[in-house]
Structure formats: structure tokens, C-alpha cells
């Protein structure tokens, strides 16, 4: 069985009470275990709404024929209740995005302990945990800087550092490169080629990025709410 697998997942954003968003039209993805899988496409085309579906931050539209469905490393999450599907994030994935999204009056340690604080850790716990992601990442130094008081690559790999503190099983980045110089791109490129090698993480990735994209095992693109070839 495929470690992630979705089919039929349709997302309708309703903004207003006349205005539906039709943002992702029947999506079909499977994603092995131990995968890295980069998703392209122009903008608009429903790849960050793709990414919050399979990370279960958002379902998919309930009312389909025929009815959607995600499993996710051998569970049916389609129907799952929203504690569960909580509880699942929290446990078993991590999240990087291209604004970095950092607590800014926490402190790097702070920051990153939070996932593990979530996923049940006691505090200390969580604490040396995050001390040890930190040092993975490189931050080692930096355990007591508030995020203003981290340059722009240094806050994305205290997110990594935040994403990879509970060792998820699968790691979901949003344009995680987007707001990095060519320098700070290649240390986290090289950071996820890692975390995927030598930790078996599965990782999905949206980009722009040709760089991030040829680092990949495998692409698929996305047009007007659909995956198209790949
Ligand atoms: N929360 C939202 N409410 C309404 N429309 C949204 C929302 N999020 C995204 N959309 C719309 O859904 C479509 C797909 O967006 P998105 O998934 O962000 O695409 P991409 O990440 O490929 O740029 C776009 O038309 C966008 O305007
Ligand atoms: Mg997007």
C-alpha cells in the first residue's frame, strides 16, 4: 500500500456567499515511503491547497461522487475527526513554510520545542529534543535568539528545526526556499537531501525552484487544480 495516497480530492474555498473557488478539481497523488516528490505549477494552480489537504490541515470537499479519499501510512484519514486528524499532524508530520511562521517572542528553543510540547512531550523533554534539532540544523549557538534576531536563512532552519523535532514520518514544505538568497538554498536543500537519505523521511515539496525541484525523485505538476503528467 502506498505510504500517502489521495484520490478524487476536490477543495472549494467559499469566501463569500455567492463566490466559490474550485481549487483543486479530482487530484489523484500517490507518494511512496522514503520519497522526496516535488510539486511545480504557476501560481494559483492549487498547490499550497494540495499541500494543506494531504497534511490534513484542510479535508477535502466531503461531498463527491465518487467520495474522496486519503490514507496515510495505512489509515483512511478521509472522515477523521478533527482531534484525531490533530493529533495525527502533531505525531507524524512536520511543516515548513516559506515565511518561516516562527513565534516571534519565543526563542528559537522555545520555537521548535512547541511541536514536541504538542505531540505530548513533558517540557524538559521537549527542550532537549529541540536542543538536539537545533544542533542538526546548525543552530546549536543560537538556542536563546528570538527569531528577529536571526538572519532569514538561520529562521527557515529553526523551522526545519521546528518541523523535524518530533522525527515525523512525513515532512510537507510549502515554497520553503522562497524567500532564501542562493547560499541559504543550497544549506537547506542540502539539509532536506539529509533528513530524507539518512532518516527515511518522506518529503513532499511545492517550489518554484528549479534547484529544489532536480533534487527530487520524482515532480508532478500542477495546472488549474489538477496534477498533470509527472
Ligand atoms: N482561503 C482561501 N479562500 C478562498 N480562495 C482561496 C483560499 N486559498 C486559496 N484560494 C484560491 O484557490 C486557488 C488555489 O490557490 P493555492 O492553492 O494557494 O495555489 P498555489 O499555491 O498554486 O499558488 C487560487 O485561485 C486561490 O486564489
Ligand atoms: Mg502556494
Given at each position: 500500500m502506498a505510504f500517502l495516497e489521495g484520490r478524487n480530492l476536490h477543495k472549494t474555498y467559499r469566501p463569500s456567499r455567492h463566490n466559490l473557488v474550485h481549487a483543486l478539481r479530482g487530484v489523484d497523488v500517490t507518494v511512496g515511503e522514503g520519497e522526496m516528490v516535488g510539486i511545480v505549477g504557476p501560481s494559483g494552480s492549487g498547490k499550497s491547497t494540495l499541500m494543506h489537504v494531504l497534511g490534513l490541515l484542510h479535508a477535502p470537499d466531503g461531498d463527491r461522487n465518487p467520495p474522496a479519499s486519503l490514507v496515510f501510512d495505512g489509515v483512511d484519514v478521509t472522515g477523521l475527526p478533527d482531534r484525531e486528524r490533530t493529533r495525527m499532524r502533531a505525531e507524524r508530520m512536520g511543516f515548513v513554510f516559506q515565511t518561516f511562521n516562527l513565534v516571534p517572542?519565543?526563542?528559537?528553543?522555545?520555537n521548535v520545542s512547541l511541536p514536541a510540547e504538542y505531540a505530548g512531550r513533558k517540557r524538559t523533554e521537549a527542550r532537549k529534543a529541540a536542543g538536539e534539532a537545533l544542533a542538526m540544523v546548525g543552530l546549536e549557538d543560537r538556542t536563546g535568539h528570538r527569531p528577529m534576531e536571526l538572519s532569514g536563512g538561520q529562521q527557515q532552519r529553526a523551522a526545519m528545526a521546528r518541523a523535524l523535532v518530533t522525527n515525523p514520518a512525513l515532512l510537507l514544505a510549502d515554497e520553503p526556499t522562497g524567500n532564501l538568497d542562493s547560499e541559504n538554498t543550497a544549506e537547506l536543500l542540502d539539509l532536506l537531501r539529509r533528513c530524507n537519505a539518512e532518516r527515511g523521511?518522506?518529503?513532499?515539496?511545492?517550489?518554484?525552484?528549479?534547484?529544489?525541484?532536480a533534487a527530487c525523485s520524482r515532480v508532478l505538476t500542477m495546472e488549474d487544480g489538477v496534477l498533470v503528467g509527472g
Open positions: 517572542t519565543l526563542t528559537a528553543l522555545e523521511q518522506t518529503m513532499v515539496l511545492v517550489t518554484h525552484d528549479p534547484r529544489v525541484s
